[in-house]
C-alpha cells in the first residue's frame, strides 16, 4: 500500500483524525492525532484491519509540553513494513488514557514505564504498579519537566 | 514436624509480600513460595531482580524489579547539547556502546540533513560488525558459564580481547568507545586497523569451530537448551521482541535488512532466521550472526575509500524544529532514538526506546511452567543487559 493509499484507508476508520505527512521524521511515515477517547476503537481497528495490519508497537512514550501531555505510539506493519506515528493530546493535571496492553503486549511495561515517569493512568490496566521507581515512591513524576530532584542532580 | 512447618511457614510469607510491588495475591496458593533471585546474582548478570513464585520446582510467576541502575539517561540528556548526550548513551547498552553511538549520529544528522562521507560510513559498518562479534562472544561465555560450563568462556574471551584491543587502539576505550560523532566518526583510524582486523578475523576463522564442538553438538547443551523458553512468532511481535530473540522465532525483523541505514543495502549478508523459538533457536541465531558480521566485515576491510572521515559541521549544532526517530540493529535487537526538538541547542524530550526493555516483558510469558533451573537458559539466551533496561 503507498502513503496516499494509507491516508484514505486512515481517514475512511477515523474520520475525525487529523492526519499528516511526517516527513521530517523520515520518508513513509504518517502522523495522526486522535482524540484520547477514540483511541482503543481505533488502536483496535488498526491491528486487526487486514490491509493495515499493524501489529507491531515499537515506541510507546510521552512528551510533557508543560501546557499538556502528549501520548505517541510508533507502530508498524512486520508484513507490510509501513509506519505510523499515532498522538493523543491529554490532559496535565488528570492525564488518563484506555490501555492497549491487550492488543499489544509490549503495551504493559511501556506503559507502567509511562505512568510512573509522568503520571499518566491508564484505564483498565491489568497491573500499573511502579515498575523503576523505588517502593513508595508518590506523588512526583521525574520526567516532568518541572521537576527537581535536590539530592540527585539530574539536570546541568 | 510441627517446628519445621513453623520455619516453612516463614519463609513463605517473606517480607516481600507486604511489597508494593510484590505480585498479586490471587493465585498464589498454599504450597506456593517466592524466591527472589538478585539483585546480586551472578546468573542476572547486572542488577535485575526477580521476584518468582514458586509451586515447587515449578515456575508460576516471574516478576521483574527494575530501578537498581537507572540513572535518568533520558532527562540527563534533556540539558545536554546534541553533541555532548552521545557520550551517555555509550552508558546504556554499553556491550554495543559503538551502535548507540551510531543510533544517536544518525538521528542528529538526520535533523540536520548532512550527508557524512562514504568513508565515514564505512569505518561505521565496520565498527559495528566488529562490536557485534564482541558482544555475542560475550553472550557466548555468558551464558555458556550460567549453565555450568566453564571452558566456553575462555574460548570466547579470547577473541573479544582481541576486538577490544582494535578498538582501544583506534578509539582509545575499550567499552565506552564515544566514537561516532554527528557527521562521522572521531578521529581516523589507527594505521595498523586493517591488518590487526584481518589478524583477528584469521583467529576467529581457525578457531570458531571450537563453538560447535563444545556447545552446539554437545548433548548435555542441547538437552538444557532445546524446547526450552519457546516463544511463537506472534507473541515475539506482540511483545515487541526483536533482534536475535525474535529472529529464533522467525519473525523477520533485522533492521539492516528492513530499513537499511549508512551502506547496508550493498552489502552482501544473510538475515539469520531459525524458526525454533525455543533457547536452542536463539543460540543458534546469535552464533550464525556473528559469521554473517565476518561476511560484512571481510568485504570492507580492504575497501574502505580515502577521503575525509567527518564532515564538517558547526562547532553548536541546533536541529530544526521537529521530531527524528532513527533506529539501528544493536546485538540486542532495534535501538529507536526519538529526539523531539524545539530548535534549540538541547533536544526537548528524547526517548530510547532499547531492545532489553521490550525482550525483557517476554520473560514472565516464557518462562511459566517450566522449572526454576530452565530460567537461567531462558535468561541467558533472553541476552539482557540490566543498563540498557533501565537506562
Known amino acids: 500500500m503507498t502513503n496516499e493509499e494509507l491516508k484514505i484507508k486512515l ?16 520518508p513513509g511515515w504518517i502522523t495522526v492525532n486522535v482524540e484520547p477517547i477514540e483511541w482503543l476503537a481505533f488502536a483496535q481497528q488498526l491491528r486487526k484491519e487486514e490491509a493495515l495490519h499493524f501489529n507491531f508497537l515499537f515506541c510507546l512514550t510521552c512528551i510533557d509540553w508543560k501546557t499538556h501531555l502528549t501520548m505517541v505510539y510508533h507502530l508498524r506493519s512486520t508484513i507490510f513494513h509501513h509506519n505510523i506515528v499515532v498522538k493523543a493530546k491529554l490532559d496535565r493535571d488528570k492525564p488518563a488514557i ?32 511502579l515498575l523503576i521507581l523505588p517502593d513508595g515512591w508518590e506523588g512526583k513524576n521525574p520526567m516532568r519537566k518541572d521537576f527537581e530532584d535536590p539530592v540527585n542532580m539530574i539536570r546541568l | 514436624m510441627e517446628g519445621f512447618g513453623e520455619v516453612l511457614k516463614m519463609y513463605r ?6 511489597d508494593s510491588k510484590a505480585p498479586p495475591a490471587e493465585g498464589f496458593g498454599e504450597a506456593d513460595m517466592i524466591i527472589n533471585v538478585g539483585p546480586q546474582h551472578p546468573a542476572t548478570h547486572g542488577v535485575l531482580h526477580l521476584v518468582i ?6 515456575i508460576k510467576n516471574v516478576e521483574p524489579h527494575l530501578g537498581y541502575i537507572h540513572r535518568s539517561i533520558e532527562k540527563m540528556c534533556e540539558s545536554l547539547s546534541y553533541r555532548q548526550f552521545i557520550y551517555v548513551t555509550s552508558r ?20 540536520l540533513q548532512v550527508e557524512i562521507p562514504p568513508r565515514a560510513q564505512v569505518i561505521r559498518v565496520l565498527m559495528d560488525e566488529l562490536t557485534r562479534i564482541a558482544s555475542h562472544e560475550l553472550w557466548l561465555g555468558a551464558m555458556a558459564m550460567d549453565l555450568g560450563a566453564f571452558t566456553p568462556f575462555f574460548h570466547a574471551f579470547r577473541e573479544r580481547e582481541s576486538i577490544n584491543d582494535i578498538m582501544e587502539e583506534t578509539c582509545g576505550a575499550r567499552l565506552t568507545m564515544n566514537y561516532m560523532v554527528p557527521g562521522g566518526v572521531m578521529h581516523d583510524l589507527h594505521p595498523s586497523f586493517q591488518q590487526r582486523v584481518k589478524d583477528f578475523m584469521q583467529l576467529y576463522k581457525s578457531k570458531v569451530h571450537e563453538y560447535d564442538e563444545m556447545l552446539t553438538g554437545n548433548i548435555i547443551f542441547q538437552n ?4 526450552v523458553g519457546v516463544l ?36 552482501e549478508f544473510d538475515e539469520v532466521l531459525e524458526t525454533g523459538g525455543d533457547s536452542f533457536s536463539r543460540y543458534m541465531v546469535r552464533v550464525r550472526e556473528m559469521q554473517q558480521s565476518i561476511r560484512i566485515i571481510e568485504q570492507l576491510i580492504d575497501n574502505i575509500p580515502e577521503g575525509d572521515f567527518q564532515t564538517k559541521t558547526k562547532a553548536v549544532l541546533k536541529l530544526p524544529k521537529g521530531e527524528f526517530y532513527s533506529r539501528v540493529e544493536t546485538a540486542r535487537g532495534e535501538l529507536g532514538v526519538y529526539i523531539v526538538s524545539e530548535g534549540a541547542t538541547t533536544p526537548y524530550r528524547i526517548k530510547f526506546r532499547s531492545p532489553g526493555f521490550s525482550n525483557l516483558s517476554v520473560l514472565n510469558h516464557i518462562a511459566k511452567g517450566s522449572k526454576l533451573g530452565d530460567l537461567v537458559a531462558m535468561m541467558g539466551t533472553l541476552d539482557l543487559v540490566i543498563p540498557d533496561i533501565d537506562r
Open chain 1, 11 to 26: 481517514a475512511e476508520i477515523l474520520p475525525t483524525a487529523t492526519i499528516e505527512e511526517a516527513a521530517e521524521i523520515g
Open chain 1, 98 to 129: 484506555e490501555t492497549v496492553s491487550h492488543i499489544w503486549r509490549t503495551a504493559e511495561f511501556h506503559e507502567r514505564e509511562v505512568y510512573e515517569m509522568f503520571g499518566v493512568d491508564f484505564l483498565n490496566h491489568p497491573d500499573l504498579r
Open chain 2, 13 to 18: 510469607k517473606t517480607e516481600i509480600i507486604n
Open chain 2, 53 to 58: 513464585t514458586l509451586n515447587g520446582e515449578t
Open chain 2, 92 to 111: 546504556m547498552d554499553y556491550l554495543s556502546a559503538h551502535i548507540n553511538n551510531h543510533a544517536c549520529a544518525l538521528c542528529v544528522e538526520q535533523g
Open chain 2, 224 to 227: 538444557r537448551m532445546k524446547n
Open chain 2, 232 to 267: 511463537s512468532a506472534e507473541d515475539a511481535i506482540s511483545y515487541g521482541c526483536t533482534g536475535p530473540t525474535a529472529r529464533g522465532s522467525g519473525v523477520s525483523c533485522d533492521v539492516r535488512k528492513l530499513y537499511p541505514y549508512e551502506i547496508y543495502n550493498t552489502l
